[in-house]
T-cell receptor, first 112, second 113 residues
Framework: DAKTTQPPSMDCAEGRAANLPCNHS???????VYWYRQIHSQGPQYIIH?????ETNEMASLIITEDRKSSTLILPHATLRDTAVYYC?????????????WGLGTSLAVNP | EAQVTQNPRYLITVTGKKLTVTCSQN?????MSWYRQDPGLGLRQIYY???????DKGDVPEGYKVSRKEKRNFPLILESPSPNQTSLYFC????????????FGPGTRLLVL
């Protein structure tokens, strides 16, 4: 079962910031939060990941609450090409396999 | 260009006819994995491989086989496909077992009649 909860869909105006929330209230201390996106049934694309601290890269920013029970992915200036399904994922330890538990994601529509 | 390739991209077959979906990566990655994606269920891991000749079951391995004879290749084998294996399949690779960044292939859409 997925360890994350996301809204099924969101809208955002082109050029504005898109803020995608994620709840992971059962996350353990050593479990990372990852974000991937999938554009129209293509292979998922890595965006960003973090453990405790906020992270930023050329694609997005990740804000993790102090209690680590939720996080927000921020796309600072959304474009039409950012329309995709965004997955918030927790990486868990499963024996000697560290695996990503995928949920159903948030379908983000960026509108002109 | 760094990439993961899969072939074929689309496949229609009949129940019981053995098939192989190939996966190849050119990044010298140690870790490779197969997923299937179904509506309402998200991505589920079928098998993974931590290195050459090291493979293990994921969450939904029934009806599938894999092999890892070379670092770059990780084929998925369906010995006797059934209609419940109709799905969208993705191969992925990452540098190490840490899976910090997984690179996904373009997907293979399989229909089993």
């Amino acid at each position: 079962d997925a360890k994350t909860t996301q809204p099924p869909s969101m809208d955002c105006a082109e050029g504005r910031a898109a803020n995608l929330p994620c709840n992971h209230s059962t996350i353990s201390g050593n479990e990372y939060v990852y974000w991937y996106r999938q554009i129209h049934s293509q292979g998922p694309q890595y965006i960003i990941h973090g453990l405790k601290n906020n992270e930023t890269n050329e694609m997005a920013s990740l804000i993790i609450t102090e209690d680590r029970k939720s996080s927000t992915l921020i796309l600072p200036h959304a474009t039409l090409r950012d329309t995709a399904v965004y997955y918030c994922i927790v990486r868990v330890e499963d024996g000697n396999n560290r695996k990503l538990i995928w949920g159903l994601g948030t379908s983000l529509a960026v509108n002109p | 260009e760094a990439q993961v390739t899969q072939n074929p991209r689309y496949l229609i077959t009949v129940t019981g006819k053995k098939l192989t979906v190939t996966c190849s990566q050119n990044m010298n990655h140690e870790y490779m994995s197969w997923y299937r994606q179904d509506p309402g269920l998200g991505l589920r891991q079928i098998y993974y491989s931590m290195n050459v000749e090291v493979t293990d079951k994921g969450d939904v391995p029934e009806g599938y086989k894999v092999s890892r004879k070379e670092k770059r290749n990780f084929p998925l084998i369906l010995e006797s496909p059934s209609p419940n294996q109709t799905s969208l399949y993705f191969c992925a690779s990452s540098k190490t077992t840490v899976q910090e960044t997984q690179y996904f292939g373009p997907g293979t859409r399989l229909l089993v009649l």
